[in-house]
């Protein structure tokens, strides 16, 4: 038995596992909606000619892509005072990053429904400052889902990038200060391309984490700023329209596929380091 026949013998039980598991039930999901309504491509139809169902899509997109683009500043800045700490102070820092995921995803939710609230820590704090006449409505808003997000997913932009900003090696930066470069020019030539990796990591499993995100937008943005995931909760569960559930999943699925490859090839393109 040669080596390469061996790895796929090893691994062939995992292979198999996961297509039981997940191929089948995706396979299930994109096969529901070509069996439905008049025609195989009726259910897609009926989604994208409607004006609602459009909307909700384009906001899900929005409010992910805004939330990839603020974790990826405050992830960065994060990481680098991390990576460039000391060994000890380090250890207590990733630990004050990895902490918040310790808590559930519903109950941190609810901490901003409690700090955002007309009679929350920001509303008696402004009310207090005489800043403001009377409480601000910040619920049910998409700034308030946005907001929850990049809370819930700054965490893991900044484990992401530690690892790879505490591999580039101190001596390219010093190389490149030596050579004239100013510390902008330095950061730009030599530790951004080499943070591509990190950086693509982090922004597929912000951008996928917040796209697909449920319990956050049910609980701040509620009916006003419906998103998919709740849309398909209410399809499948609410309505019983298994097909419409399936097609918006389809939908979902598809979008998050597609943003992540593009993703990936214009990161490349920018930076052949990482290709």
Wanted: proline letters at 5%; hydrophobic letters at 60%; aromatic letters at 10%.
């Amino acid at each position: 038995m040669t080596a390469r026949t061996l790895a796929w013998a090893l691994a062939m039980p995992a292979l198999l596992l996961v297509l039981l598991g997940l191929g089948l039930p995706v396979l299930a999901t994109f096969a529901t909606t070509f069996t439905g309504g008049e025609g195989p491509l009726a259910a897609y139809a009926e989604f994208f000619t409607s004006r609602f169902r459009r909307v909700v899509l384009w906001r899900t997109f929005e409010v992910a892509a805004v939330t990839t683009l603020i974790s990826l500043v405050f992830g960065f800045a994060a990481a680098w005072v991390v990576a460039k700490s000391p060994a000890r102070l380090k250890s207590w820092l990733i630990i004050a990053a990895v902490f918040p995921l310790l808590t559930g995803v519903v109950v941190r939710s609810f901490a901003w429904l409690v700090i955002l609230g007309r009679g929350g820590i920001v509303n008696e704090t402004l009310l207090a400052l005489g800043a403001i006449a009377e409480p601000l409505s910040m619920l049910y808003t998409q700034g308030s889902v946005i907001v929850a997000m990049v809370y819930l997913f700054v965490p893991l932009m900044i484990l992401t990038l530690v690892g790879v900003l505490e591999s580039i090696p101190e001596d390219l930066t010093d190389a490149a200060a030596s050579l004239g470069a100013r510390p902008g020019a330095a950061f730009r030539q030599v530790v951004l391309p080499m943070a591509v990796p990190g950086l693509i990591v982090g922004s597929v499993l912000v951008f996928t984490g917040s796209f697909t995100s449920y319990a956050t937008p049910q609980l701040l943005g509620g009916e006003q700023q419906m998103m998919m995931g709740t849309f398909l909760y209410q399809r499948a569960m609410v309505t019983f329209d298994w097909t419409g559930a399936s097609t918006i999943a389809a939908v979902m699925v598809v979008v998050t596929l597609a943003t992540v490859l593009a993703m990936s090839r214009l990161a490349q393109r920018l930076n052949p380091v990482a290709s």
